[in-house]
Each structure stands twice: as structure tokens, then as C-alpha cells.
């Protein structure tokens, strides 16, 4: 970098580009136990004082395109068409972070990063409807005023029935259930499928 033409020519780096990890968390994933840096902002921090020594530049953007939800990794290392995850913070230069100059999406959400991870992705690059439609159903709040959730507006039957309404039931590719899970348990389309102790989804 300092060949490169360091603090003259260079403004800054891009972090978590294809990755899943928070922008800001108050409640770290285990796996980040010990670690000075369990979210992307304290990372920034981290590698900017290391930076700085060297007269480096210290300024960052933080990909936040997918960003896994609670339960969803077991490690660091997890990094293919994780799930649940959702589309993170949307874009902006608010980042309460000196180091970091803005929020950003890099990685294309419905862009597939191989055939792993969720059942039935397709191979790197191709596109993976199913996944994208869980990114948005899992949105960060900010994207829309109902924080993502697709849920279908019931209508009405003339059949009687016993079972749970649809319209109380998690929409095509919501959460279903999982450890710790209060709301619905049940589809208004397709199945409970479980993918891992903390996380069910319709599909």
C-alpha cells in the first residue's frame, strides 16, 4: 500500500464485502467471544490504529448488503448463502464512526455465493430467488415501514376451519420458528422447514 502511493493516492478500504457480519451489535454471536472486534465498526476501529502506525489511510466503507440473523452461524468461517439473513442497513454516511465514511451494498443480495450453505442454491454468481426473497422478508426495519414483513393481507372463506388463520401465520420464507422465537409457527404458503436450532422457515 505504501508503494501504492499510501495516504497520497489511497483514501481508504472496503470491509465485509460478501460477508455477513453487523455493522454495530450489542449482543456479539458467541463465536466472537474474546475477540476485540465483534461487529464491523469496532473492527474498523482495530485495523485503523494498527493503520495509523505505519502512516497508512484509516478510513473505511462496511458492506452491509446480507447481514446474518441471530443463530444463523456456528463461526466466523460460515460465509456461503448464509440463512436467515436479511438485506442490512441501507445506505448512509451517519455511521457514528470517524473511521468509517460510509454504510454501503456491495454484494449483489440475490447473487448466490455457490452451491452450499441454503438448500437449493444455485452455483457462485447465478441468481438465487428463494434466497432474495428471505433478505427482504428479514429486512433491516429502515428499508420499509413494516420492517420487512410481507405477510399477506388475509381474505375471507365461506369454509369453515379449525386450524390457525393464514392471516396469523408467517409469510413464504419467514421465520417459523426456533429457540426463542414468539411469533408465528405456522405458513400462510408453503412449510415449516427447520434449518438449525435458532431458526425455522417457510418455504
Known sequence: MQKAGSNARIRGYSSNVSNYNPYQTDNPPPYTAGSPSPDESRYANSLANALSQYGLPTKFIIDQGRVALAGARSEWGEWCNVAPSGFGQPFTTNTNNGNVDAIVWVKPGGESDGACGMSGAPQAGAWFDTYAQMLVTN????????????TPTPTSSSTPSTSTPAGNCAAMYGQCGGQGWSGATCCSQGTCKFSNAWYSQCL
Open 139 to 150: 429486512a433491516h426495519p429502515a428499508i420499509s415501514a413494516s420492517g420487512g414483513n410481507t
